[in-house]
């Protein structure tokens, strides 16, 4: 069973880009869920979605957006870039019940210069 | 709020020492209670996770059970090995639908010297 798949691994884009990261997740997950991780704030939730509709959101600016697709697949986007948006973005995928555990991907390393 | 707290790192030890990592949690409601961890340049692995009070998660000589009185999940294995080395999260999750998301802890670097 393939595992999840986050691209591209690394990224490097200028202050005032944007950037659209992806993930796809395990075959028959439908939950996808989006983190942000930095040494100096950790691991931080951005936001969940699950069968195409956006079921959680953490606290971040609205410069952070995602979607997700009717495969599952999810994208995020982050607008207007900012040196502090520097992290490696996790990408975790769960059936959807209340118990079942995420699995993450190997995140996308991005960083703004 | 929903909060994970673990002991700082670095914790180094010698090959074959007794491993304990603290987490404490604070939630609304009964958590579901994981340990995940992290090698270098990876996402994060599943190691064990219990979803009720008095649960023992297991999983390659790493257990952790939830106190809920003591609203705890220590992670623990009786000899590391050099290969253990990774950081380790503590992380709760709540079952209500508008509140899945996992909350962390900052994170346990374990350095294992042979």
């Known amino acids: ?113 | 709020g929903n909060s994970v707290t673990q002991m700082e790192g670095p914790v180094t030890l010698s090959e074959e020492a007794f491993l304990t990592i603290n987490c404490t949690y604070t939630a609304t409601g009964y958590p579901s209670l994981f340990w995940y961890v992290q090698y270098p340049g990876e996402g994060l692995q599943l190691l064990l996770k219990a979803t009720k009070a008095d649960d023992k998660g297991s999983n390659k000589g790493f257990e952790a059970t939830y106190r809920k009185e003591t609203t705890s999940f220590h992670l623990e294995k009786g000899s590391v090995q050099v290969s253990d080395s990774a950081v380790y999260f503590c992380a709760s999750r709540t079952g209500d639908t508008g509140r899945r998301a996992l909350t962390f802890g900052s994170g346990t670097r374990l350095q294992v010297q042979p």
């Not at chain 1, 100096?40 to 951005?46: A, M, P």
């Open chain 1, 1 to 113: 069973k393939a595992g999840v798949t986050q691209t591209p691994r690394y990224l490097i884009k200028t202050r005032g880009q944007q950037v659209t990261l992806s993930c796809s997740p395990i075959s028959g997950h439908r939950s996808v869920s989006w983190y942000q991780q930095t040494p100096g704030q950790g691991l931080q939730f951005l936001f969940e979605y699950f069968s195409e509709t956006q079921r959680n959101k953490g606290n971040f600016p609205g410069r952070f957006s995602g979607r997700q697709f009717s495969n599952s697949r999810s994208e995020m986007n982050v607008s207007t870039l900012e040196l502090g948006d520097s992290a490696l973005y996790l990408c975790a995928t769960a059936s959807g019940g209340p118990n079942t555990e995420a699995f993450f991907g190997q995140g996308t390393r991005l960083t703004v210069v």
